[in-house]
């Protein structure tokens, strides 16, 4: 009866030290490929966000900074350099450029620069006042608007531009016919620009 009953013991024993080694062996495995989803996981997360704008045939989602199509003198110490006037295949010009504070104070932005229209207004700071002029045609185009009419431009931008410093800005416009290729550009504040359309 006690080499039975010790025989027993051992199988029993033999096969629950299996069924802890198989649980044990299947855990592992499992947190090797959670381990690996989960940094899969985060380093998608990690990885930079996807450009807003569509990237040109060329690869470029940038304006060409070395260029300089236009440099305003405003008030105080304020500039704004024009990078790129862009005309893209969606019917639309880009233009995009910076303001540079090059004074040795703070600069405040100033309110007209969001546009006097009251919708446009309340969605809060942009540069809706910018204006495109085809003196050719003879039209003004504004910035234009999405579904909700916040205008296609650079919005929700400080209050202030410290002194050195720079606001990146683009602004999207209705594109003019194919034969227009330069556009006076208006922005309260600064003289007029004549720029051309790349």
């Not at 204006?131 to 205008?151: A, G, M």
């Not at 431009?153 to 683009?170: C, V």
């Amino acid at each position: 009866m006690n080499v039975r009953y010790v025989g027993a013991v051992r199988r029993v024993g033999i096969a629950a030290l299996l069924a802890t080694c198989l649980v044990f062996s299947v855990t592992a495995c499992g947190d090797g490929e959670g381990a690996k989803a989960k940094e899969d996981s985060s380093k998608e997360s990690s990885a930079p966000a996807a450009s807003t704008g569509a990237p040109a045939s060329d690869g470029k989602t940038l304006p060409d900074t070395s260029k300089v199509l236009a440099t305003l003198k405003g008030e105080r110490d304020i500039e704004m350099i024009i990078h790129e006037a862009r005309r893209d295949d969606g019917g639309f010009v880009t233009v995009s450029g910076q303001l540079k504070n090059t004074g040795s104070s703070l600069y405040t932005t100033p309110v007209q620069w969001s546009g006097q229209e009251t919708e446009v207004a309340r969605t809060g700071r942009s540069m809706a006042a910018m204006t495109l002029v085809d003196s050719k045609e003879k039209k003004r185009h504004y910035v234009l608007r999405d579904t909700d009419n916040r205008p296609l431009t650079t919005s929700g931008y400080k209050p202030s531009i410290a002194a050195g410093e720079s606001l990146a800005f683009f602004a999207q416009f209705p594109a003019p016919p194919q034969a227009t290729t330069s556009v006076d550009l208006q922005f309260p504040g600064f003289p007029n620009a004549p720029i051309e359309i790349s």
